[in-house]
């Protein structure tokens, strides 16, 4: 008996018997069909190897999408771990994302230039192979059995921690994996990638939303080196490396502490960024840049602590006070509003101002009205001889915007979660995702803004930090990561019911799944111990600096 699959934007057709993706994709005209990556059947992202077998309404996801070029990456990434398997017989760590690449290590010692060629060279032998990576779908006992005979022993405690029965596990040639959402059907669909030796260990390039077709410019700034470095020694002493050593410390009743040496470490940082600007004995201005999500206010209010405890007199000036009236705002490629466009910044007279304040004469800020669309004046600000500026917005390290002070009175920070708690070896969890739960769980409680519009907004949001802001974290003094190990774990009680109520016809229904899937691996922290300075607060609520 046959039944229909209607295809978005391609009308429908018949089929008699299962299909699946690639079988549909090839009746249809579909514009660039080789940048197909995935589809989504009834609004759930699959592989293209998934079949249907009944009615459903498909839409197909390429690497133009932000979802399709997480499926690129997640492939590229299991291709990776089997060629260093193959080529060295070593398992690989994947760290952390840099530069629009990742991180990754061998996991029994350090890497060589010799290893990362051979590396490299198993990996276009594997995309030459077009080798079918297979979705199967297994108990959770035969999961964690297999993962256990492939050695990755912290993947099967990790399953064994969430209790997920069943799962789709993804099989190429005799190796399996499980990477919480889907990856491409073959090995072939992965072409455009380099891999780089960066002493330990090796960088994986691959493609982004914004350069689908080419690999972006890799750089590495030194201070985002020491950040991971820094982050890697946080996670020596509170023993946590994956989401399965935090599942034991949550277990054996360390949340707490948990809780409290993470808070101390973030002190700890802000104290020595403070101690430099007041050793510099110039700095005036102090630009505070990061993208949304990133935690710059409860930032911001807590250097200024950190400043008042080593005599300087801070205040807080915010480039959202600066935005031009509504109808001056640029618009976007779709028509929108753009709000992370520099030109959505009155930036002549943001430099006036600085000027006018540095040289000691007193200002008339402005005072946007976000309702309204319109700037009216504000305070009144002068500086004195123990006072120093704190400039908090996302264009605060643009050079248009600070290029123009007078050397050495700038101090710049940027501010963001760059690292976080991997799920198993071979998974990192996102700081993207990471920043978009923040997001979400601040918008609809201070906003009142659901979930759904938070997820349709979120792309537009991501590539005006790409284009405006991720740009200029080089230019900074220092770096400030806002990620707290424990994070996840207390955002998870506060966003997993948001995410439910996304409706299942919904556009990001799938992206809403995906979360929740991501979640369901997080073990759970009650908030209730989350100091009230914590950047943590300024997202779930009960923040002493206010809402």
């Known amino acids: ?78 291709l990776l771990v089997l060629a260093c398997r193959k080529a060295l017989d070593e398992d690989v760590v994947i760290r952390h ?34 080798i079918p990576i297979v979705p199967e779908i297994h108990t959770l006992d035969r999961a964690v059995d297999l993962f256990q005979r492939q050695g990755n022993e912290d993947k099967a405690r990790l399953l064994k921690w969430a209790g997920h029965d069943p799962l789709v596990l993804y099989r190429c040639a005799d190796r399996y994996a499980y990477f919480y959402a889907p990856l491409a059907p073959s090995t072939g669909y992965v072409k455009t990638f380099d891999v780089m030796f960066h002493d330990p260990g090796m960088v994986l390039r691959c493609p982004s939303v914004i350069s689908p077709d080419e ?8 201070s985002l080196v020491d950040v991971f470095r820094e982050y890697g020694e946080w996670l ?126 007193e200002v008339r800020l402005p005072k946007f009205d976000f309702c309204a669309g319109k700037s009216h004046p504000g305070r009144s600000l002068r500086l004195k001889e123990r006072d120093v500026l704190i400039m908090e917005g996302i264009h605060g390290l643009n050079q248009r915007v600070v290029g123009s002070l007078p050397p050495g009175t700038a101090f710049g920070v940027f ?59 080089e230019h900074a003094d220092a770096m400030f990561n806002t990620a707290l190990i424990y994070e996840l774990s207390v955002l998870k009680g506060h966003a997993e019911p948001l995410l439910r109520t996304v409706p299942e016809a919904s556009p990001v229904f799938g992206e809403a799944q995906r979360l929740l899937s991501m979640l369901h691996f997080v073990p759970f922290i009650p908030e209730g111990n989350v100091p009230n300075a914590s950047i943590l607060r300024e997202f779930i609520g009960g923040s002493c600096f206010g809402d």
């Not at 077998?53 to 990456?73: C, H, K, Q």
């Not at 690999?215 to 030194?222: N, T, V, W, Y």
């Not at 997820?455 to 405006?468: D, E, N, T």
């Open 415 to 473: 501010v963001s979660p760059l690292t976080g708690v991997s799920l198993d070896r071979h998974n990192r969890t996102s700081t993207t995702d990471n920043r978009l739960l923040r997001r979400m769980v601040r918008d609809a409680r201070t906003r009142g803004k659901s979930p759904e519009v938070t997820l349709q907004q979120w792309p537009s949001v991501i590539r005006g930090a790409q284009k405006y802001i991720f740009p200029y974290q």
């Open 1 to 78: 008996m046959s039944f229909p699959v209607s295809v978005e934007g391609n009308g429908s057709l018949e089929s008699d018997s299962p299909v699946d993706g690639i079988g549909v994709l090839k009746t249809l005209p579909f514009p660039e069909p080789h940048k197909v990556v995935a589809w989504r059947v009834n609004n759930f992202l699959r592989s293209l190897a998934w079949k249907v077998d009944g009615a459903a309404s498909v839409s197909f996801v390429d690497t133009s999408s932000f979802e399709g070029s997480d499926v690129y990456r997640r492939t590229l990434s299991f």
């Open 215 to 222: 690999l972006p410019p890799f750089q590495a700034p030194r």
């Open 236 to 361: 020596d002493i509170l023993g946590v490396s994956t989401m399965e050593n935090l599942h034991e410390q949550v277990a054996a009743g360390k949340g707490l502490e948990l809780i409290l040496i993470s808070e101390a470490l973030h002190a700890q940082r802000l104290n020595r960024i403070a101690e430099e600007i007041v050793a510099r004995g110039t700095v005036r201005v102090i630009p505070m840049a990061g993208p949304s999500g990133s935690g710059k206010t409860t930032t911001s209010r807590r250097l200024r602590t950190q400043l008042q405890v080593a005599g300087l007199h801070p205040v807080t000036l915010e480039l959202d006070d600066y935005f031009v009236d509504r109808e001056r705002t640029p618009r976007d490629s779709q028509g929108n509003y753009d709000f992370e466009a520099l030109e959505a910044l009155d930036l002549e007279r943001l430099g006036e101002d600085l000027h006018a304040l540095l040289a000691g004469r």
């Open 97 to 130: 994302s840099i530069s629009n690449a990742l991180y990754c290590e061998l996991a029994g010692r350090a890497a060589t230039e010799a290893d990362v060629d051979r590396v490299q060279d198993f990996l276009r032998h594997f995309v030459e192979m077009d």
